[in-house]
């Protein structure tokens, strides 16, 4: 009884998560945390949480009740359910990430690199730097420098 209770608790509080997800339109993971959240209750249901303590008359027990009672096939319907929430979240999740395109590991990547990041100072600036930031071929560390310099001058300091 107290497994029961546990395990319904235990649901309800993951259908909780499972909707505040969706509420942040985040669908497929909502999906996935629903299918999660419904385990506890389809092995309460199916009786199959109850085995693992006792393994020797409860699996006639349960056999019994397999075939007798409703509520362990309706157990075995909330994991079938379970498991096809878990796939579709699985396959809407890789769907949605495919289209995106700008939050992979390649997008990470290129933030790293500087690669999308904007030309500063145009063409050229005065530190002899090309258009992405980068010094250009003739532009030593001094010059670098000279740009702190002029930058700490500025300042007064």
Request: proline content about 3%; some cysteine; hydrophobic content about 50%.
């Amino acid at each position: 009884m107290l497994t029961t209770t546990v395990c319904a608790a235990l649901s309800a509080a993951g259908l909780a998560v499972a909707f505040l997800t969706a509420y942040r339109r985040r669908f497929a993971a909502a999906t996935r945390i629903a299918a999660l959240s419904l385990v506890p209750v389809g092995l309460a249901m199916s009786g199959l949480l109850g085995m693992f303590g006792e393994i020797g008359g409860a699996v006639a027990a349960w056999a019994s009740d397999l075939v007798l009672k409703p509520t362990v096939w309706a157990g075995f319907g909330v994991l079938a359910v379970a498991l096809v929430l878990y796939v579709v979240g699985r396959a809407a999740g890789r769907r949605t990430r495919g289209r995106e395109g700008g939050s992979g590991r390649g997008a990470r990547r290129a933030a790293e690199s500087g690669a999308s990041r904007p030309a500063l100072g145009g063409e050229g600036d005065k530190a002899g730097r090309g258009r992405e930031g980068r010094p250009a071929a003739g532009a030593t560390d001094a010059d670098d420098f000279s740009d702190i310099e002029a930058i700490l001058k500025k300042h007064g300091i």
